[in-house]
């Protein structure tokens, strides 16, 4: 089961930490995602990362305002999110799955029940 945390309410411009720890154990050399869903819209894809090579990919808004990493004990993935804007408020969800070697972007595949996911809210 996935559980991720530290999501909140933050002004535009502000920075968020959020944690995604596998209940069972560790992730290993899982790919390894975030994704995020807000009202009206689908779930898309945020940020990657290969747990076994440390390789990260990320969607175009992105724009090197995030950073996707993992601890050493492969239990836990983090999304360190800079220069938020409002419209990056979302639930936001953490999965692993795989990418068949055609890139995290372009084929991410989850395998995991989605969890409940953590809110974060950007006011501008």
């Not at 560790?26 to 869903?37: D, I, P, T």
């Not at 747990?51 to 808004?61: I, Q």
């Amino acid at each position: 089961q996935l559980e991720e945390s530290g999501g909140g309410l933050v002004q535009a411009g502000g920075s968020l930490r959020l944690s995604c720890v596998h209940s069972t154990g560790s992730f290993g050399n899982a790919a390894l995602a975030w994704f995020r869903q807000s009202p009206g819209k689908e779930r898309e894809f945020v940020a990657g990362i290969i747990g076994g090579s440390g390789h990260t990919e990320y969607a175009d808004f992105v724009e090197g305002r995030f950073a996707i990493s993992i601890n050493n004990a492969k239990t836990t993935i983090y999304l360190q999110m800079n220069s938020l804007k409002p419209e990056d408020t979302a639930v936001y969800y953490c999965n692993y799955g795989s990418d068949y070697g055609l890139g995290l972007v372009a084929r991410f595949i989850p395998f995991g029940d989605w969890g409940q996911g953590t809110q974060v809210t950007v006011s501008s």
